[in-house]
Every structure is written in C-alpha cells, then in structure tokens.
C-alpha cells in the first residue's frame, strides 16, 4: 500500500511525488524507517513488494538487497533505500521496513 504525496506549486506543475512510509503486519522484526544503513549491507526481504514506479525495486519474501548509496540525495524519502538485488542485479528503491538484517 504505497501513498504518494505530490507537491503542486503555485503554476500548477507538478513535482516529483514523494514515497510514504509502508506499513506491514508480520510476526518479523523489520527494520525501523529511520535507521541508518551504511552502503554494502545485506538486507533480507519479509515481504513481497512490487514496485509502483520505474525507480523502485520488485522482491519477494527471501530475497536479498545489498543497500548502495543514492545516486542523489534528492531521490531519497524517509524510510526508503536505495539497494541491488542478488540474482538479478536489478537496482532501485526499496521500503527499509520490508526488511530486517540479512544472517548470510
């Protein structure tokens, strides 16, 4: 359930939206949205998600993302990351609270 936030100014264009905080309902211990994941980490996927817009990642529950740095700090939303996920090497964003530390 992903709720975009978009930003209208005064000459009525249209910014970028914004990304809001997923919410999930699992037993799993996720991460919480405002932690601080440095670049290289190794996080496991605890719930399926499909990605909404071309910049965001598509996983399922078992999947692993390696967190990379953002390629702007414009890009990046509270409570998203931006990661590669092994096996496909796909990159883009990712709901941090749909995942918890990978045990690799």
């Known amino acids: ?9 005064e000459d009525d264009t249209i910014s970028k939206p914004r990304r809001r905080i997923l919410t999930n309902d699992s037993s799993a211990t996720p991460f919480s949205p405002s932690i601080k994941i440095e670049p290289g980490t ?21 999947d692993v993302v390696t967190v990379v740095a953002w390629d702007s700090t414009d890009e ?3 409570g998203w990351f931006m990661g590669v996920l092994q096996g496909t090497g796909s990159k883009g964003a990712f709901p941090i609270n749909y995942t918890r530390k990978h045990n690799s």
Do not use: P, R
């Not at 359930?1 to 100014?9: K, R, S, T, V």
């Not at 190794?42 to 078992?62: N, P, S």
């Open 76 to 78: 990046q939303d509270e």
């Open 42 to 62: 190794e996080v496991e996927c605890i719930h399926e998600y499909k990605a909404v817009d071309d910049d965001e990642l598509t996983f399922t529950t078992g």
């Open 1 to 9: 359930n992903l709720e975009i936030e978009l930003d209208i100014a």
